[in-house]
């Protein structure tokens, strides 16, 4: 099965990060400290603690379900950002000469703009393109207002989703191409409770289609059988 999907183009750079890693493929984003942005992440961080992930990931009363959907896509972005930074070593040209998630499942790059046709590209190629158009949409105003009393645009959701499902394909990447590097670096808890986290957040809101989320589906069922 090839699926095809888009981005754009830019150069790696690792950051600090105030995380446990210092390393991050791209540079983290952050949300305006004092913005009510900043509160909901606040708000997500604290229920978390909660060790309750599907009562984590629910709309909190009141609140509005894209600035919830946009607060939880950035968190998302940084962790991925994070998790991948700490493997980028071992994803290198040689190792993943093309993008895929196991034997049956391998993505193809396209951007609409600069890429029109999907190519097939090497798994950090990929990523980086991936994280580049990412990194993109959040930093558009016009997709993402930070300011209060800016809406959303129409798309917002269409936009939300796209970028959800181009992020799963770092997690379906990481675990079924570089499990072994994770539990030598001792981050296997930290990236099942991240994708637990991010699964339960978007089966909440129905927002990745279960056909993409075919290449982890049976970790799936494993991590989220108990919270039933």
């Not at 790059?109 to 959040?138: E, F, H, R």
């Not at 209060?148 to 770092?170: C, D, E, H």
Request: hydrophobic fraction near 35%.
């Amino acid at each position: 099965m090839r699926v095809h999907s888009r981005a754009d183009t830019q150069g790696f750079a690792p950051n600090k990060c105030g995380s446990r890693s210092s390393k991050t493929f791209k540079p983290k984003k952050n949300i305006p400290e004092g913005s009510h942005q900043y509160e909901l992440l606040k708000h997500a961080e604290a229920t978390l603690g909660s060790g309750n992930l599907r009562m984590a990931v629910m709309l909190p009363e009141g609140e509005d379900l894209n600035e919830w959907v946009a607060v939880n896509t950035v968190d998302f972005f940084n962790q991925i950002n994070m998790l991948y930074g700490t493997i980028t070593d071992f994803c290198t040209e040689e190792s993943c000469p093309v993008m895929s998630a196991g034997p049956k499942y391998e993505y193809h790059w396209a951007d609409g703009t600069n890429i029109k046709k999907p190519i097939k590209c090497s798994a950090p190629k990929y990523i980086d393109y991936l994280m580049t158009w990412v990194q993109d949409q959040l930093d558009d105003e016009t997709l993402f207002p930070s300011k209060i009393g800016v809406p959303f645009p129409k798309n917002f959701m269409s936009v939300a989703k796209t970028i959800l499902k181009r992020l799963f394909r770092v997690y379906a990447h990481i675990y079924h191409q570089h499990f072994d590097p994770v539990i030598q670096l001792q981050e296997e808890a930290h990236l099942n409770t991240s994708f637990k986290h991010f699964i339960f957040f978007v089966q909440e809101f129905n927002l990745i289609d279960r056909r993409e989320l075919a290449p982890l589906q049976e970790l799936i069922e494993k991590l989220t059988s108990k919270d039933r």
